[in-house]
C-alpha cells in the first residue's frame, strides 16, 4: 500500500515540477549541516515518524535510524528505502552514493537489519550451490523466468570456481497465486531441488509437487528488505549488490567490501 502511494506521491510531483519553471537555488537546510544535540536523535525519530503518517496516513516504519549522511533519518518502510530530514520537511527516495567511498552509501544500522533479516531464512529452507573454498556467500532472491535470473544460473559453476557461494531465496516475482509461485513451490518440494532450480531455469517444464514450503516466507521477506525486481543479490554484511553481475565484477565487488571491513 505504502509503496504503490509514494510512487503515485512522486509521479505527481514529477509532472507538477514538469510544469513550472524552476524555482531559484535555495540554501542547504540548517539540519543537513548542523550537529545533533544530545537527545536530538530521539526527537528527530518522532518528527520522522509524524511527517510520515501526515503524508501517507496509517504508513508503518519497519526501520529508522541514522542515515549515511548528516541532517537526515534513514527509513524503511513497507520496503521502501527513504531519506527523511530530521525537521520532517524533506524527504527522497533514491540510493545515495559516496563519492569518496565509490559506491553506495550504507548505514551500520540499515546494514545491521538486512543482516537480522537475513537470518530469518534458514540455511536449510535455501537451494545452495557452495563453492569448495568459498571465500564470499551471496543470498539470491532469484524467481525461474527473468531472463537475468537465468544468466546468472548460467554463472554459477563461474561463481564457485571464484569462491563465491550462491544461495537462492524465492521471490515469485509475479506474485502469490502466479504460475511462477506455484512452480517455484514445485522446484523447493523437489527431491533435487538443485538439479529442479536448474532445469527451470533453463526453460524445462516443472512437475507439480507440494509440500511444506518457505516460498512465500521468502517473498515477504524479500518485499521487507525492498526487493522489487529479480535478482536481488546480498552479501553477508546486508549491502545490496544490485541485480545480475558477471562474476569478475560480482568478485570484485566482493572483494572491495570486504577491505573495508
Known amino acids: 500500500m505504502f509503496r504503490f502511494a509514494i510512487a503515485a506521491l512522486f509521479s505527481a510531483v514529477s509532472v ?8 531559484p537555488a535555495a540554501k542547504a537546510p540548517a539540519a543537513a549541516t548542523a550537529k545533533a544535540s544530545p537527545g536530538a536523535n530521539g526527537a528527530s525519530e518522532q518528527t520522522v515518524r509524524a511527517a510520515l503518517a ?53 548505514s551500520e544500522g540499515l546494514l545491521g537489519y538486512r ?10 529452507d535455501r537451494i545452495v550451490f557452495a563453492a569448495p573454498n ?17 544468466k546468472l544460473h548460467q554463472d554459477i559453476a563461474e561463481l564457485n570456481r571464484n569462491g563465491i557461494s550462491v544461495e537462492y531465496l ?4 509475479m506474485g ?3 504460475k511462477d509461485y506455484v512452480d517455484m513451490i514445485s522446484v523447493w518440494c523437489a527431491a533435487d531441488r538443485r538439479q529442479a532450480l536448474t532445469n527451470a531455469k533453463r526453460g524445462g517444464s516443472v ?10 516466507m521468502q517473498y515477504a521477506l524479500g518485499q521487507q528488505l525492498g526487493v522489487n525486481g529479480t535478482p536481488a543479490i546480498f552479501a553477508a554484511d546486508g549491502t545490496q549488490l544490485g541485480g545480475y553481475l558477471p562474476p569478475a565484477q560480482l568478485r570484485a565487488a566482493l572483494e572491495k567490501l570486504s577491505a573495508k571491513r
Open 16 to 23: 507538477t515540477a514538469c510544469a513550472q519553471p524552476a524555482p
Open 54 to 106: 501526515t503524508l501517507i496516513p496509517g504508513s508503518k516504519v519497519d526501520y529508522i535510524g541514522s542515515a549515511p549522511f548528516p541532517g537526515f533519518r534513514e527509513v524503511l518502510v513497507s520496503g521502501q528505502l527513504l531519506y527523511v530530514s530530521d525537521d520532517g520537511r524533506y524527504l527522497f527516495q533514491s540510493q545515495p552514493y559516496d563519492i569518496q567511498a565509490k559506491g553506495p552509501a550504507n
Open 115 to 124: 543482516r537480522d533479516l537475513l537470518a530469518k531464512a534458514n540455511h536449510g
Open 207 to 216: 512437475p507439480a509437487k507440494n509440500c511444506t514450503n518457505p516460498v512465500a
Open 170 to 173: 524465492a521471490f515469485p516475482r
Open 176 to 178: 502469490l497465486g502466479s
Open 134 to 150: 568459498a571465500k564470499y556467500t551471496i543470498s539470491v532472491f532469484t524467481d525461474i523466468e527473468c531472463g537475468y535470473c537465468r
